[in-house]
């Protein structure tokens, strides 16, 4: 059958010369495509590492000069502290509040980041440093690296200066081989290690890892990052606030879910506006996180529609020139079909053979594809991030590629392979 298939391929060999160099750039294309939407989908696989859900973002906001309400007098850097943690208190006492937390460097969907490098005897990484309370970990449902609860990991990570480190950035520091991760990264919990960044006066260069939290992605379409975690409590050490630093701290709150409905920002914001007037503090902004997160992902998820949207074109391509290919050709074999009817072949073997010489037409124009494709791969002409090349992804996407392609091309086949059924051996010779 392959013999006699590769006879009628020859016999045919200038249309399926072009026919099979089109379905070779169609290949290569829409590999790039696939491969680029599997590395999508693989990454969607790993943990976010946080729940945004019923978060809320609120900004205090300090009345400008203008304002009748203002107080011009001169403060203190204690007296807006005191303001700050008091405008913080009412906020998380609220009936809907279930936990409220600050952070300095770090707003999930926002590049908000300061960074530095942290090391372990004589081991080094750079890592995203951020500065939390211990109910971050609560708010937004962080839990740790040995899978203990957030309420669990705010718990061991509740004194000044300590710090909470991602389970990859623990993992780092513990194994030499980047490649043999031996020693799981727990195992930094309750040891010292050097941080080369101080944002405080207060904060040591030698610092105790309290806990170790899970990884991390900065948003769904990212890589696990590496990042630390500065415990602060509010009024402690030397946390000062100025009225020109208010717009870098930042305040979320988590909502209780059947408090959190349609509405719930405006009438929080109507029943709170009163309360949280503090000194020359308000309540300027309060955004779910759905709202950031929406923001931030409008440029990935347009990139990901964008490679759906080519593989869709390069599909379609691939569907209308084999259809037509294969069309024109059962019209112009109508009587070598016929002849083959009269010698005993039935119509379902015509439509075998029409099937089996697309298959073979596409198998043949995509082993060149495969190769440009590898050399794509490991000359990083592909997406290595978040998913790295790999042969294995080289296989998986080129064996999706192909099985796509032959889907289209026994759609594409069915329907001159029909027609080709239904030819009368009479009336197709009847001009011989």
Known sequence: MLIHLLIIIKNNLRANLLLMAGMF????????????VYAVVVNQ?????????????????????????????????????A?????????????????????????????????????????????????????????????????????????RASHTNDFVVTENTACRLLNPDINNMTVKGVELAGRFIHSGVSMREDEPDSVRVAAVCENQKYNEYSNWSKAVYRIVQLGQGDFKISYGSIPYHDIFIRVKADADRPGFVESFRKEMKKQLRVGNLYL?????????????LADYRSDLYTYLAIAGFFLANAFLAIL???????????????????????????????????????????????????????????????????????????????????????????????????????EALHGE
């Open 25 to 36: 750039v169609i290949a290569t294309s829409l590999w790039y495509a696939v491969d680029y």
């Open 45 to 81: 696989q790993k943990s976010l590492g946080f729940d945004w859900e019923h978060v809320y973002y609120v900004q205090a906001a300090v009345l400008p000069n203008e304002s009748v309400e203002c107080d011009t007098a001169s403060r203190s850097d204690d007296e807006v502290t």
């Open 83 to 155: 303001e700050y943690l008091e405008f913080y208190n009412r906020l998380q006492h609220h009936p809907a509040v279930e936990s409220a937390c600050y952070t300095l460097m770090h707003f999930h969907y926002i590049w908000k980041n300061g960074s530095g490098t942290m090391s372990y005897d004589t081991l080094k990484t750079s890592a995203m440093y951020r500065e939390v309370t211990p109910s971050y970990f609560t708010v937004f449902r962080v839990r740790g690296a040995d899978e203990c609860l957030p309420e669990e990991l705010s718990r």
């Open 284 to 296: 300027a902004d309060m955004r779910p996180m759905s709202y950031y997160r929406n923001e931030h």
């Open 324 to 426: 037509g290919t294969f069309w024109f050709r059962t019209q112009q074999r109508r009587e070598e079909l016929a002849v083959r009817l009269v010698a005993g072949a039935t119509p379902h073997n015509l439509q075998t053979l029409l099937m089996g010489e697309g298959f073979l037409l596409i198998t043949i124009a995509y082993i060149p594809a495969l190769v440009v494709a590898y050399n794509l791969g490991i000359s990083d002409l592909v997406e290595t991030w978040p998913v790295e090349w790999s042969f294995t992804r080289f296989l998986i996407g080129g064996l999706v590629t192909f099985l796509l392609l032959l889907a289209i091309a026994a759609i594409s086949i069915w329907f001159p392979a029909r027609q080709a059924m239904s030819i009368q051996p009479a």
